[in-house]
């Protein structure tokens, strides 16, 4: 029951409500269906097809293949994050920060999506790898991905929501302990994600401003994954391989 509790306790029944597929169901896989057609659609897209087979070589005959689109009401509404970097009308030191700092893309999202509420947002980081651990669901293992890289390189909310970011590292702490040990290596190798993402969050802990108590547990975090798992935050992260201390 703790177990549980440690991996649910900001899924609020407002998160599953903006989350859940509307058909109550959570699948593995994406659900398709062919798109509907009529006897006139066919004859159009059989012609079509042989215009097509004479030009082109067997291999490249894609168009053959059946049209489908995703089951209605069955994809989990996960949010999208805005792919606006920085405010308009910023000068070309503040486009250079934002690049670097995801904190005006998360602010964006919380306030169109969630009312401004962090809370929410890590429910739907506990919703997305529940979903991924119980459900086998991989979309919500990206999704939970993506959400964890842009509260890790947002260095000005630290400062904001330091609550938040004290539960964001317990959250961590517990669902790292859960992940599978094929997909735990593919986090840490794919890109270099967890190490990579988890060394952004250090350093913003080591800014100025930062809440003691925060700073304090972020240090704690982290020589616990260095001491289990042997990685090296203090050093910039290979692009394509797990950092690792020299035994």
């Given at each position: 029951?703790?177990?549980?509790?440690s991996l649910t306790n900001h899924i609020s029944k407002d998160v599953?409500?903006?989350?859940?597929?509307?058909?109550?169901?959570?699948?593995?896989?994406?659900?398709?269906?062919?798109?509907?057609?009529?006897?006139?659609?066919?004859?159009?897209?059989a012609l079509e097809e042989e215009m097509m087979d004479s030009d082109?070589?067997?291999?490249?005959?894609?168009?053959?293949?059946?049209?489908?689109?995703?089951?209605?009401?069955?994809?989990?509404?996960?949010?999208r994050i805005p792919k606006k970097k920085y405010p308009d009308g910023?000068?070309?030191?503040?486009?250079?920060?934002?690049?670097?700092?995801?904190?005006?893309?998360?602010?964006?999202?919380?306030?169109?999506?969630?009312?401004?509420?962090?809370?929410?947002?890590?429910?739907?980081?506990?919703?997305?790898?529940?979903?991924?651990?119980?459900?086998?669901?991989?979309?919500?293992?990206?999704?939970?991905?993506?959400?964890?890289?842009?509260?890790?390189?947002?260095?000005?909310?630290?400062?904001?929501?330091?609550?938040?970011?004290?539960?964001?590292?317990?959250?961590?702490?517990?669902?790292?302990?859960?992940?599978?040990?094929?997909?735990?290596?593919?986090?840490?190798?794919?890109?270099?994600?967890?190490?990579?993402?988890?060394?952004?969050?250090?350093?913003?802990?080591?800014?100025?401003?930062?809440?003691?108590?925060?700073?304090?547990?972020?240090?704690?975090?982290?020589?616990?994954?260095?001491?289990?798992?042997?990685?090296?935050?203090?050093?910039?992260?290979?692009?394509?391989?797990?950092?690792?201390?020299?035994?």
């Amino acid at each position: 029951y703790k177990q549980w509790v440690s991996l649910t306790n900001h899924i609020s029944k407002d998160v599953l409500d903006i989350l859940q597929p509307d058909c109550g169901i959570l699948y593995s896989v994406t659900q398709f269906e062919s798109e509907a057609s009529t006897t006139q659609s066919r004859r159009a897209s059989a012609l079509e097809e042989e215009m097509m087979d004479s030009d082109m070589a067997p291999k490249s005959k894609s168009h053959k293949l059946p049209k489908l689109k995703n089951v209605a009401g069955t994809k989990v509404k996960y949010t999208r994050i805005p792919k606006k970097k920085y405010p308009d009308g910023s000068n070309p030191a503040e486009i250079s920060k934002y690049n670097l700092d995801s904190s005006y893309t998360l602010e964006l999202l919380l306030t169109e999506r969630f009312g401004k509420d962090v809370n929410k947002l890590l429910g739907e980081i506990q919703f997305a790898f529940v979903c991924f651990l119980v459900g086998l669901n991989y979309d919500s293992f990206e999704q939970w991905k993506k959400l964890v890289h842009l509260l890790c390189t947002s260095s000005d909310a630290v400062t904001q929501y330091p609550e938040a970011y004290l539960s964001l590292i317990a959250m961590l702490h517990f669902q790292i302990r859960e992940i599978p040990s094929d997909f735990f290596v593919d986090i840490v190798t794919c890109n270099n994600f967890l190490t990579a993402t988890l060394h952004e969050l250090f350093q913003n802990l080591l800014g100025e401003n930062i809440d003691s108590k925060l700073r304090k547990k972020g240090l704690s975090f982290q020589k616990h994954l260095t001491d289990k798992f042997k990685w090296d935050f203090m050093s910039e992260p290979d692009d394509y391989a797990p950092v690792v201390v020299d035994s």
